[in-house]
């Protein structure tokens, strides 16, 4: 195999939230930087609209990867060039004050999430990715119905903020914004990061940081294939100054443990996982118009937040209940279906470790819902279901196994409410996963210090959602990029600082 080489003053392995925005930062400080992505640039006019091939090229492993043991649960991730916020929703929420608070007494990380500082960030995010609130033109049916169950049960519904300020109303995030409305990481930080002189490698599979006397000097992989993901190319790129891994919760544990890393590297995954409840309107709903994502309902004090989700019909119809001619009748009513879904903010740790079959950036998660975390989920799915019939809806389809598949009247919820749910009866999906590098003071209880500087290394850091100490219970990827924006200019700082005194 031929061997490819390359170096830079900052070598950043991942392009998703996280790494694309340590490229942002540090390129437009005048750093000389290299990103490493091992996923293809998707343009957006050319991703296609069709939901499963647009799955195909741009979800890790067509979205079938999921966590190991008695319950395997999917796990959601993009493999393209801006990660996964090229198939995300644009959700934005700032870290919540108590989950800041926490981090600050039992974490040590006053310094990293100092408010003036991170505010700082992001304002400057919000401003740059054209974040704004959703407007009620863009809730489309399935938003309406859930602002109306919120009206009709007294629940605190809000129209979502968003950083796609030019939304058309499409109904296709998951495809990638076909006008570019939704500014996320691949046409947003990426191109920005390019016209400030930064280089991007696209196929790029990066397997280990390499270490020298407990200094990061660069990073080595391949360059894959983009049909067969077959190596073509070694590759190997050297950083002057830092290697900093952005590969997301699930693989930069898996390269740091390649490449020597042990104590707690792999431990404290988290996650937010939920599902989904469907709704069958008389009226026609037309989920393939309005936002993917428009409307939501934070209850922060139950771990619960509700939000509205509108799948296309491919993936819509496996969620319809019935076979032969009663699942083909339900296809004819394709457009009063409204999908809403919940996020858990789990308290279950897991674990990620390489995994010893599969090779390449595999990752070996074991994961399990605590007993507390299944209540809240039935909660969750309680509620839903009790908001679609407030909403209007002729059937419900709760979505939970060994109960009834669709129910007509809210007192059928109750049976939910009784039951005693086990994580094998739903078809949970997690694609907010968190903390297997976490930041932390002590370094026997963390890997990386506030700063994101792997403890006891020299020249390495990581910035993505690895580092979180704990889950939030909102959607992360703001709080994602204003970490490493904070970071990432204390080190672009520094840096700085050491070459002008060199
Ligand atoms: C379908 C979906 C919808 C979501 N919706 C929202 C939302 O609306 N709002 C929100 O806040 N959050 C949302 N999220 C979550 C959010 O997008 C992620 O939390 C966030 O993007 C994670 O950022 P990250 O930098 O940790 O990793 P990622 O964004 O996952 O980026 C990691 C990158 O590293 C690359 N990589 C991995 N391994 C290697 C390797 N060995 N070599 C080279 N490159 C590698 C990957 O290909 C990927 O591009 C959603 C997630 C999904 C999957
Ligand atoms: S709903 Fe359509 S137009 Fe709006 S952000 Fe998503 S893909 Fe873009």
Redesign the pocket.
Known sequence: MRVVDDIADFVI????????TAARVLAGAGRDVIM????PLLRTSERPAEVLDAMALA??DFATATTRGSYPMPM??????????????????RLPEDVRQEWITRHGLGDLVERRALDDAFEAIERELEVTDTSPGLFGGNGERMAEACRVLGLPGQAMT?NAARCQGSAR??QGCPGEARQS?DVSYIPRAQRDGARLITL????RVLMEWGRAVGVE?VLVDPVTRRPVAQLRVMAREAVIV???????P??LRRSGLRGMVGERFQAHPGCAVVGRFDEPVVMSRGAT?GYEVPLRDRRLKLETLALPPELLAPRLPGAGAAWQQRLTEMDHYAQWNFICRMEAHGRVRPALFGG??GAAVHYLPTERDMERVREGIVLLSRMMFAAGAREVFPGVGGLPAAIRSVSEVDAIERATLRPQQLNMIA????GTACAGSDPRASVVDDNLAVHGTQGLYV????VFPTNLG???????MAL?WVAASRLANRALRGAVAA
């Open positions: 392995v991942g392009t998703g939230a996280g790494g694309a490493l992505e091992e996923g979800f890790r959601l991730q993009g493999r393209c060039v801006g990660g996964a916020t090229a198939i995300n929703s644009g959700i934005i929420w968003r995030c998951l990481m790029a599979r990066i397997d992989g952005s590969a997301s919760a699930v693989q930069t898996v390269i994502q390449g950036s694609s907010h996963l968190f910035m993505d959602a690895s909102v959607n992360p990827q703001h709080s994602i490493t």
